[in-house]
């Protein structure tokens, strides 16, 4: 059975708001659907794109080095060296927040919505919202 090796990106957009309720959208490039709203809005980061083309990565398999020359993620992409094939993902933004209790710094995805959390230092619940 073959190996599907998937690599996250180190590229990332910006953090962009819906135009019609402010909320945070998903982080992507493209035709996005806003989950607070379900307003469709069309982004695009030209500058963003312009590093997609030129990120290197190395192979998952062979780890020679190579250079994406795709302005999408996810991409498939195939190493020229070795031929193992694997998937380029997009970033996933990670945020610090501090547990209004114990003041203790998590970590976590960033995405759109609130959420409710239970710090695991002081098991105090509170609500984040992106």
């Keep these: 059975m073959d190996e599907e090796f998937i690599i996250e990106s180190r590229i990332a957009p910006p953090p962009l708001s819906c135009p019609k309720c402010n909320g945070l959208l998903p982080s992507k490039l493209g035709e996005i659907q806003c989950e607070l709203c379900d307003a469709?809005?069309?982004?695009?980061?030209?500058?963003?794109?312009?590093?997609?083309?030129?990120?290197?990565?190395s192979c998952p398999s062979c780890s020679k080095v190579l250079i994406a020359g795709v302005d999408e993620r996810p991409a498939?992409?195939?190493?020229?060296?070795?031929?193992?094939?694997?998937?380029?993902?997009?970033?996933?933004?990670?945020?610090e927040i501090e547990c209004p209790s114990c003041h203790r710094g998590l970590r976590m995805k960033q995405r759109p919505g609130q959420r409710t959390i239970t710090c695991p230092a002081c098991d105090t619940g509170f609500k984040v919202s992106f």
């Design 40 to 57: 469709n809005v069309r982004t695009d980061h030209e500058p963003t794109r312009t590093q997609w083309m030129k990120e290197r990565i």
């Design 76 to 95: 498939e992409l195939r190493c020229g060296g070795c031929d193992t094939q694997f998937t380029l993902a997009a970033k996933v933004i990670r945020v």
